[in-house]
């Protein structure tokens, strides 16, 4: 048996579009965030990190009404990867995130660093809508 699973927190690189495929609603959104680490005493960010985020059916719908770019949310989903051919006939691939919950920081939770130092947040109880919207 192999597990499938992340939860991630990331700013939404831009605003999500609702997008649908027959009768099933999607959209998908880049969201960015970057590590907090210790060094030689200062913390330091790293580089930015981006991820492409897709998410389906009712929650698709949610998080187009109320979501927009700059945003934190926490993610909740697993690992896909997109496979294609380009027009030149190069095989490329890109590893995804399907979101099963999708749930804004309130803006008071937004920081997880008090004094300089990592705190925890509790996340949001996630709004769950069942996998079944998913078209595959």
Not at 13 to 26: D, I
Request: neutral net charge; hydrophobic residues 35%.
């Amino acid at each position: 048996m192999s597990v499938n699973n992340i939860t991630i927190k990331g700013n939404l690189v831009r605003t999500p579009e609702l997008k649908s495929t027959g009768e099933t609603a999607f959209t998908s959104f880049d969201i960015a965030f970057n590590r907090r680490t210790k060094r030689n005493g200062e913390w330091v960010d790293s580089a930015p990190h981006f991820f492409t985020v897709k998410v389906f059916g009712k929650t698709a719908e949610r998080c187009v009404q109320s979501l927009s770019k700059g945003m934190q949310v926490f993610i909740v989903g697993y690992l896909t990867q997109d496979k294609w051919t380009t027009q030149d006939g190069e095989n490329r691939s890109k590893v995804c995130i399907t979101a099963t919950d999708v749930v804004p920081v309130p803006k008071a939770e937004s920081s997880v660093y008090q004094n300089g130092e990592p705190a925890y947040v509790d996340p949001p109880t996630p709004v769950r809508d069942l996998v079944d919207d998913i078209p595959f």
